[in-house]
T-cell receptor, first 115, second 113 residues
Framework: DAGVIQSPRHEVTEMGQEVTLRCKPI?????LFWYRQTMMRGLELLIY????????DSGMPEDRFSAKMPNASFSTLKIQPSEPRDSAVYFC?????????????FGSGTRLTVV | GQQLNQSPQSMFIQEGEDVSMNCTSS?????WLWYKQDPGEGPVLLIA?????ELTSNGRLTAQFGITRKDSFLNISASIPSDVGIYFC?????????????FGKGTKLSVKP
């Protein structure tokens, strides 16, 4: 398996622009998680899905953030409009319910810089 | 909310030295995990612990699940340059709701050859 695939790896955008981050989970994994990593706050869970349905989005910082999972093999995290404080590394991770006892498998992340 | 306090925040050591880092919480967990993050990559699982008092090794790495279920530590013996990276503890109550895996802030390890 190719693992969790995220794109793009790096994104530089101007304040006010829309940003879309993409994730392809491991085939057969029915849980998908979006995390944000910053120096100040570490790894924070933003939202997670089970069987393509959002279960808990309490970590989404503001209405500017939205996430979708139209099918089992694809999810997006969108920021509109982006702000400089959104600069961070965004990780997608996936798991099965049983496999969660071994934690989640993370992608390589998208480093977002908003200028 | 629940928090994991990980220390030290960073370490600078000489190749060959042993390393120790720990993680504490005011909450009880039934699963503790240790991850390593290489520069530009996502965290990768190193060791998983499921029972209070459990001691588990993975090569030069040894981790323990504290008997109070509120802490865990990770030891690296005879460090080598490729041990460089950020080490994260993580904890959850497996069997509860998903999405309850929380992370410490990480220990950044630098190894001088």
């Amino acid at each position: 398996d190719a693992g969790v695939i995220q794109s793009p790896r790096h994104e530089v955008t101007e304040m006010g622009q829309e940003v879309t981050l993409r994730c392809k989970p491991i085939s057969g994994h029915d849980y998908l998680f979006w995390y944000r990593q910053t120096m100040m706050r570490g790894l924070e869970l933003l939202i997670y899905f089970n069987n393509n349905v959002p279960i808990d989005d309490s970590g989404m910082p503001e209405d500017r953030f939205s996430a979708k999972m139209p099918n089992a093999s694809f999810s997006t995290l969108k920021i509109q409009p982006s702000e400089p404080r959104d600069s961070a590394v965004y990780f997608c991770a996936s798991s099965t319910r049983q496999g969660a006892m071994n934690g989640y498998t993370f992608g390589s992340g998208t480093r977002l810089t908003v200028v | 909310g629940q928090q994991l306090n990980q220390s030290p925040q960073s370490m600078f050591i000489q190749e060959g030295e042993d390393v120790s880092m720990n993680c504490t919480s005011s909450s009880i967990f039934n699963t503790w995990l240790w991850y390593k993050q290489d520069p530009g990559e996502g965290p990768v699982l190193l060791i998983a612990l499921y029972k209070a008092g459990e001691l588990t090794s993975n090569g030069r790495l040894t981790a323990q699940f504290g008997i109070t279920r509120k802490d865990s530590f990770l030891n690296i013996s005879a460090s080598i340059p490729s041990d460089v990276g950020i080490y994260f503890c993580a904890a959850m109550n497996y069997g509860g709701s998903q999405g309850n895996l929380i992370f410490g802030k990480g220990t950044k390890l630098s190894v001088k050859p």
